[in-house]
């Protein structure tokens, strides 16, 4: 059973800071790994999307990386602003015969201070 | 655009009551999912559909019903509601589930039940 983790749950940090955000999984026959952001009451907001073949995805001062064999993704913020504060969420699909779905990770509280 | 919409947002059940949380998208969206997320936990698949017409249990499907007559819609039943079933729920739909399509989600239904 596939498993997703993201460490650590809450990260707080000062206005301009790089910073980077951990999610790892068990079982590397992943389609693909996603990333969203989730604002207090509200729904998911995907992010970026990797594909099992890619190394990486970017979207403006947002980058994420996979490594397969090791099972983890990193999602990068360059220059965090305040308004990135919001929870992270990272999800691992997998496909296998009709049980497709995405598992998901529980989450990295992100605090970025004025 | 709409995107996908959840009703109600906050309901209170009662033990023994049973309850649907409507869904529906107007993006011509193939498939659909519902999800519910614990506190401080990561999102798990309650069930989803391919397509109108058919539907398949996800991770945690015990204590729930859907249905999807159309497109549009995918209705998500609690039957005699329990209290581990308070939660906060989200819809969410995809044009497919090949890879590079992103996955739309409500903005959630917080449910209590007492």
């Known amino acids: 059973k596939q498993e997703v983790t993201q460490i650590p749950a809450a990260l707080s940090v000062p206005e301009g800071e790089n910073l980077v955000l951990n999610c790892s999984f068990t079982d590397s026959a992943i389609y693909n790994l996603q990333w969203f952001r989730q604002d207090p009451g509200k729904g998911l907001t995907s992010l970026l999307l990797i594909q099992s073949s890619q190394r990486e995805q970017t979207s403006g001062r947002l980058n994420a990386s996979l490594d397969k064999s090791s099972g983890r993704s990193t999602l990068y913020i360059a220059a965090s602003q305040p308004g990135d504060s919001a929870t992270y969420l990272c999800a691992a699909a997998i496909s296998s015969g009709s049980a497709r779905q995405l598992t998901f990770g529980s989450g990295t509280q992100l605090t970025v201070l004025p | ?114």
């Open chain 2, 1 to 114: 655009n709409a995107g996908v919409t959840q009703t109600p947002k906050f309901r209170i059940l009662k033990i023994g009551q049973s309850m649907t949380l409507q869904c529906t998208q107007d993006m011509n969206h193939n498939y659909m999912y519902w999800y519910r997320q614990d506190p401080g936990m990561g999102l798990k698949l309650i069930y989803y559909s391919v397509g109108a017409g058919i539907t398949d249990k996800g991770e945690v499907p015990n204590g729930y019903n859907v249905s999807r007559s159309t497109t549009e819609d995918f209705p998500l039943r609690l039957e005699l509601a329990a209290p581990s079933q308070t939660s906060v729920y989200f819809c969410a739909s995809s044009y497919s589930w090949a890879a590079g399509n992103t996955i739309y989600f409500g903005e959630g239904s917080w449910l209590t039940v007492v």
